[in-house]
């Protein structure tokens, strides 16, 4: 079993910063890719960051310059910095992980329970 819990979210005002931090916990072999990703209300879920296990990143365009996701992969953490925020940045953050359990099985997706971010204009 695999637990990934995120912590950061809150209120911020436009122009404003705020950093998330997700940490995968459990019966962790290794972790591929790590995650962040939105929904806000009425929407789809929607990628934001991903960080590869090398620290290769890629962001969505809407979130380009502003965030930075990075991760500490000793702690098996994931971090987002997220500067210059939006009134249309709020949404639900939810961290994924690419996990791999034991050195024989499957990668499997993990998800957090979410963090609230809400950006006042």
């Known amino acids: 079993q695999v637990q990934l819990v995120e912590s950061g979210g809150d209120l911020a005002q436009a122009g404003g910063s705020l950093r998330l931090s997700c940490a995968a916990s459990g019966s962790i072999f290794s972790i591929n890719f790590m995650g962040w990703y939105r929904q806000a209300p009425g929407k789809q879920r929607e990628l934001v960051a991903r960080?590869?296990?090398?620290?290769?990143?890629s962001y969505a365009d809407s979130v380009k310059g502003r965030f930075t996701i990075s991760r500490d992969n000793a702690k098996n953490s994931v971090y987002l910095q997220m500067n210059s925020l939006k009134p249309e940045d709020t949404a639900v953050y939810y961290c994924?992980?690419?996990?791999?359990?034991?050195?024989?099985?499957?990668?499997?997706?993990?998800w957090g329970q979410g963090t609230q971010v809400t950006v006042s204009s």
């Open positions: 960080v590869s296990q090398s620290g290769s990143t």
């Open positions: 994924e992980a690419e996990v791999r359990t034991t050195w024989f099985s499957s990668l499997n997706d993990y």
